[in-house]
């Protein structure tokens, strides 16, 4: 079994990187980044629909397939959405503002960028694959609680979306900071649910009646540890917080005064 899972994490490294290297060819061609969110999400979900469906003795095919809806349902729902707001942008603030800084070496460190971001994503879809192959028959009480983890997720993050879009379809909220439903408890509740869903994939992946018997299924403890930092710390809120601060100014700064910033809680007087 670790010859297999070392040569899973081999392909899953080689696939992520060729679909990366498309990102950039695609960015390249149309000028426009904010496709390259898109083709990760796509990406993602093919790359770890794969991974869960690739055969290995000693798992349930039944748990293979349910991982593998999973994941494919999580990309589509994304990556639709992500696609559909891209049409609609000429490019991507976000890597607008790293194509500034980087001047004339932009298109070779375009493509070192999301190359990374295609290493970045290998404890995602590991996660994704240790999930699918715990040696266990049959489906147990835990893959259905993983499933309804993830479906809860996609849940509210497609609502959250909904939120935003409905708020910025107003004619009336034109400069405005969204603060109804979702975005009163939480200045990001799409990023939250979108954390919240990969917390799926450790739950199915680690027994629950014998934690020590599928040692592999800790690694799948990366994905929602990865995708915190990355959502909180790196790509996530503090490029998008300094953009709103720029674009709302004092309106934002009392939302952050009353919001929380990730977890949703009662606001703040």
Request: glycine content about 10%.
């Amino acid at each position: 079994m670790t010859v297999s899972f070392l040569l899973g994490l081999v392909g899953i490294a080689l696939a992520l990187s060729v679909l990366m290297a498309g990102a950039w060819v695609v960015q390249q061609r149309t000028g426009n980044s904010g496709w390259v969110d898109t083709i990760w999400t796509f990406s993602l979900g093919l790359t770890g629909a794969a991974s869960a469906l690739w055969p290995i003795d000693g798992g349930a095919p039944a748990r293979q397939w349910l991982v593998a809806v999973l994941v494919a349902g999580w990309s589509v729902r994304l990556g639709s959405h992500i696609a559909a707001r891209t049409r609609h942008i000429t490019d991507d603030p976000r890597y607008a503002a790293y194509a500034a800084q980087w001047g004339a070496d932009v298109r070779k460190k375009m493509f070192w960028f999301l190359q990374n971001q295609a290493y970045g994503s290998i404890p995602l879809v590991f996660a994704i694959f240790v999930a699918a192959h715990v040696p266990v028959a049959g489906l147990r009480l835990q893959d259905v609680i993983g499933a309804a983890i993830l479906a809860a997720g996609i849940a509210g993050e497609g609502l959250a979306d909904a939120q935003l879009t409905a708020f910025r379809a107003d004619p009336a909220n034109k400069g405005k900071v969204c603060d109804a439903g979702l975005w009163g408890w939480s200045r990001h509740p799409n990023y939250f649910f979108e954390w919240f869903c990969w917390l799926a994939y450790p739950v199915i992946a680690i027994p629950f009646a014998d934690p020590l018997s599928y040692g592999w299924g800790y690694a799948a403890l990366l994905a929602p540890i990865f995708m915190y930092w990355i959502l909180v710390h790196v790509t996530g809120v503090p490029p998008l917080e300094e953009q709103m601060l720029k674009s709302r100014g004092e309106r934002y700064k009392a939302y952050q005064a009353r919001t929380s910033a990730f977890f949703p809680l009662p606001p703040r007087r």
